[in-house]
């Protein structure tokens, strides 16, 4: 199998994250609307390429004041930074399904390197299209403030209202277009 041009499946496809709030729990979120340039061989990444656009004013975390602040210049600023990109520089391959995928990260007028764990999850055939599926998984973490995501405010207890750390993790389904 060569490489392919791949399509991702929004309906069964989820960009997550999550951050902690006041240095004693976790928020979570999604960003709803995202899409993908893949050509790869799904049973070896380490060939393939990969450009993927979220759209950041689709921040979801479930509680509209919230994701109004974090669209706002204090946050991600979408009105002059409207997406947050991700494109492949470097895959390893570091188990059987396993890949080590390096690429630039492309957020609020600052790039950076970043590296995230990624899992080949297998293919199908789809029964209702007859369409060739391939799933994959994603996971790591990017430093908020790296990318001039600064805004906090400090707890009376110490501490910070919103932490520096975001963990991030992508569930793809991906349909094969061509090849």
Request: net charge negative; aromatic share 8%; hydrophobic share 35%.
């Amino acid at each position: 199998m060569g490489l392919s041009k791949w399509k991702v499946d929004g309906a069964h496809s989820e960009v997550g994250f999550s951050v902690k709030h006041m240095m004693v729990s976790k928020v979570k979120g999604t960003f709803d609307q995202f899409t993908a340039e893949i050509e790869a061989t799904p049973t070896d990444l380490t060939t393939a390429s990969i450009q993927f656009t979220i759209d950041v004013a689709s921040i979801n975390t479930r509680n509209n004041d919230r994701d109004n602040h974090l669209r706002s210049a204090d946050f991600f600023d979408v009105e002059q930074y409207p997406n947050l990109t991700f494109t492949t520089t470097k895959i390893e391959k570091t188990d059987e399904d396993e890949y080590k995928v390096t690429g630039d990260v492309s957020l609020h007028g600052v790039t950076k390197q970043e590296t995230f764990n990624v899992t080949f999850e297998g293919l199908a055939k789809d029964p209702m299209s007859g369409a060739e599926k391939a799933g994959f998984s994603a996971e790591g973490k990017i430093k908020r403030s790296d990318y001039g995501l600064t805004w906090n405010a400090a707890l009376e207890t110490g501490g910070v209202l919103v932490g520096d750390d975001i963990k991030i993790t992508i569930e793809i389904e991906a349909e094969r277009i061509e090849g």
